[in-house]
């Protein structure tokens, strides 16, 4: 299994982007479907974005026209852009990695995950 590190939270006001990246010790490359999920205070954990081994990419309703996930296989690392965040949005983020599509999607146990990063989204 790779190790995750994700970057890139912050705070940021509302209609404001940001961009995180989750960054494997190893080779993604064609293997692993990648995942970025995330959990507001008081909530379950939540699956945001998906993107396969390829380039198959599948979002939340919540998010759909805001948020983009890519990977760059060559760097080891994917993506999320966020874009017209709002303050719903706020969360700690989490990436996570599997060899298994269904396993990311389902966010269960199973794979890589990072440690999270937190997006606040306030005025």
């Known amino acids: 299994q790779v190790q995750l590190v994700e970057s890139g939270g912050g705070l940021v006001q509302p209609g404001g982007s940001l961009r995180l990246a989750c960054a494997a010790d190893?080779?993604?490359?064609?293997?692993?479907?990648m995942g970025w999920h995330r959990q507001a205070p008081g909530k379950q954990r939540e699956l945001v974005a998906i993107?396969?081994?390829?380039?198959?990419?599948n979002y939340a309703d919540s998010v759909k026209g805001r948020f983009t996930i890519s990977r760059d296989d060559n760097k080891n690392t994917v993506y999320l852009q966020m874009n017209s965040l709002k303050p719903e949005d706020t969360a700690v983020y989490y990436c996570?990695?599997?060899?298994?599509?269904?396993?990311?999607?389902?966010?269960?146990?199973?794979?890589?995950w990072g440690q999270g990063t937190q997006v606040t989204v306030s005025s």
């Open positions: 190893g080779s993604i490359r064609g293997i692993y479907a």
């Open positions: 993107i396969s081994g390829g380039t198959t990419t």
């Open positions: 996570n990695a599997d060899r298994n599509y269904v396993n990311v999607l389902k966010g269960g146990p199973f794979g890589s």
